[in-house]
Each structure stands twice: as structure tokens, then as C-alpha cells.
């Protein structure tokens, strides 16, 4: 092989020209606009799965769900959801699998938790959602979202543990959906972000830290008492926030009133019929946009756990 030929740009030569750039500064550019290190920013574009015939199933509790539901309502409710998201001025990107989807797929925050620099892919923790995270790679991977890790092994991570307390740390809950290994991996990505884990746990009977505790500004979170662990409140505080109390438990487990949106600062999307917690929460000075969602949440899930975040505003 002649000594020119390594001259050539394909082996180094002159016309070779080194990447330089960062994932994070190729967001937006070579990657979507994506991208999230807070939970109150404004909230720019979601991802959501409206769902179809795989709710009709023969037994319900099998498939995770509480109740039988009504399809059509649930879909009409789905789509009263996506249109609130884009009256908020919220892009709305289904997932629209290309195979037929398992019952729980809707719960797109399970799925996926997003970073400033992209996704980290979650591993679903039951049997029954074994697979919904390949359905999820395929819409990410086609919107332009980068996937920066896949959970994987014997490991257990879902979305909806883990909450951004500010834009260098991360509350990651083990539990029933994320295992010790699981949050390992969590954390091992995020410290390459120069981000840490508060890592704290979660009671028995707690689906998800995000159906415990919800942060609606850079100094007020909401949370459930008996639910929310105790690293999570003190972690809290030693942020600066003011950890509040719901009122009504019986909102919280009937109405999923805790299960609700943060749209931008003290601004929240939240589910309809919850007369005593959205009152708490005006008094707190948050906006309630509200949409009934009563059939949805018989599949065990609210609005928080329909929305994959895809973006928000980035704190500096």
C-alpha cells in the first residue's frame, strides 16, 4: 500500500478533522432540542402514548391495572390530556409503536429519565412491562434524543424514581421499581455530567417516589406524609425548599392529586375533582390547570406518570 494512502483524510491526513464538540453542545444542533435539569422550569415538549385495545384485558389486576376501563373514555381523556399540554404551549410527540403495545405503555415516565445531555433508557421492574423500553428507544432514537445509557443486567430502574433537586443533584428511590443496581448505574451516568445521587428508599406500598413527592418551584415541593422518605424531606431543605404537606390523604390515593404536572414555575397540570388539594395549592400560590383524568388513573397511574419529559428550560 503506497505511503500517499495514508495521507488521505480517511486515515488521519491533512484533510482530517477532530470532533470537538460535547454532546451537550451538539443539542439542539446535530441531536433534538432536548434536555432537563430541573422539575419546574418550563416545561417545552413531552412524550406521550395514547392508549388503545391493549387496555382490554381479561384480568386486570395481571395486567397492573386497578379496574377494568371504558376505552373510549380513557382515550377521549387522553386526548383532553394532550390538548391541555398544547394549549400550554407544551409539544406534544407521541410514541405510536408499530407493533401492538403492552397495557402499561402509557406510563411513558416510567420508561425514560432525561438528562441535560439526553436519555437514560429505563429497565421496568415487573414482568408485565418486560419490552416497553425497546418500544420507547425507537421513538427517541427517531425524534433525534440521544440515549446515553441503557439500564441493563439484573438491574431495575424506572423514571418516576428519580427527581431532579437541583441542576447537580438527583433524588434516586429504591424500591419496589428500582433496584440497588439499578440506581448504581443511574448514578455512574450522571456523575459523568458532574451530577450526584441522593440516593434514598421507599416504603412499602409506594409505587414510585413521584407519586410521594412533587417539586412545583426552585423553593417549594409538595409532598405525601408516611409516603415521602426522610432523606428525601431533609435533602429537601438543605436545598432551600419548603417541604409542603398534603391535606387530604384520601385525594392523594383516590384522586392521584399529588400525581399532577409541573407545567413551569408554580404552575401545574393536575387531575379535576380534587376540590380540597387544588385549594391548598392556590393557596400556595400555584396555578392549578386542571383535567379530568378519573378513567386514566384506573390503570394505577396520573398525569406525571403519562409524560415522558422530554424538555424543559435548562438552568444555568
Excluded at 3 to 27: K, L, P, V
Aim: with cysteine.
Amino acid at each position: 500500500m503506497s505511503s500517499s494512502f495514508f495521507d488521505t483524510a480517511a486515515y488521519g491526513g491533512e484533510g482530517w478533522r477532530s470532533r470537538i464538540t460535547s454532546t451537550a453542545e451538539e443539542i439542539g444542533r446535530l441531536w433534538a432540542d432536548c434536555g432537563q435539569n430541573s422539575e419546574w422550569a418550563p416545561l417545552k415538549a413531552v412524550l406521550l402514548h395514547r392508549p388503545g385495545p391493549e387496555l382490554l384485558v381479561d384480568d386486570a389486576d395481571a395486567a397492573q391495572l386497578l379496574a377494568p376501563v371504558d376505552l373510549a373514555r380513557v382515550q377521549a381523556q387522553h386526548d383532553a390530556l394532550a390538548q391541555a399540554y398544547r394549549d400550554a404551549g407544551v409539544t406534544v410527540h407521541m410514541a405510536s409503536p408499530d407493533v401492538a403495545p403492552p397495557p402499561n405503555l402509557m406510563f411513558v415516565a416510567d420508561l425514560m429519565f432525561m438528562t441535560p445531555e439526553g436519555a437514560i433508557l429505563a429497565r421496568p421492574a415487573s414482568q408485565v412491562r418486560a419490552g416497553e423500553e425497546r418500544l420507547i428507544a425507537r421513538r427517541l432514537a427517531a425524534l433525534g434524543v440521544p440515549i446515553l445509557r441503557s439500564v441493563h443486567g439484573r438491574a431495575t430502574f424506572e423514571g418516576a424514581d428519580a427527581m431532579w433537586l437541583s441542576k447537580r443533584s438527583v433524588l434516586v428511590a429504591e424500591g419496589l421499581r428500582t433496584n440497588i443496581t439499578g440506581r448504581a448505574q443511574v448514578a455512574a451516568i450522571l456523575a459523568e455530567m458532574d451530577v450526584e445521587i441522593i440516593p434514598v428508599g421507599l416504603p412499602f406500598g409506594a409505587m414510585h417516589l413521584m407519586g410521594s413527592l412533587r417539586i412545583v418551584d426552585e423553593d417549594v415541593a409538595i409532598a405525601w406524609p408516611g409516603r415521602t422518605p426522610f432523606a428525601a424531606v431533609r435533602a429537601l431543605r438543605e436545598h432551600g425548599y419548603a417541604v409542603h404537606f398534603l391535606p387530604d390523604e384520601n385525594e392523594a390515593m383516590e384522586g392521584f392529586a399529588l400525581n399532577f404536572m409541573t407545567l413551569g414555575q408554580r404552575k401545574i397540570l393536575m387531575a379535576a375533582g380534587n376540590p380540597i388539594t387544588q385549594k391548598f395549592y392556590e393557596k400556595l400560590g400555584v396555578e392549578c390547570v386542571v383535567v379530568a383524568v378519573d378513567e386514566l388513573t384506573k390503570a394505577a397511574g396520573g398525569i406525571g406518570c403519562l409524560t415522558g419529559v422530554l424538555k424543559r428550560d435548562l438552568l444555568d
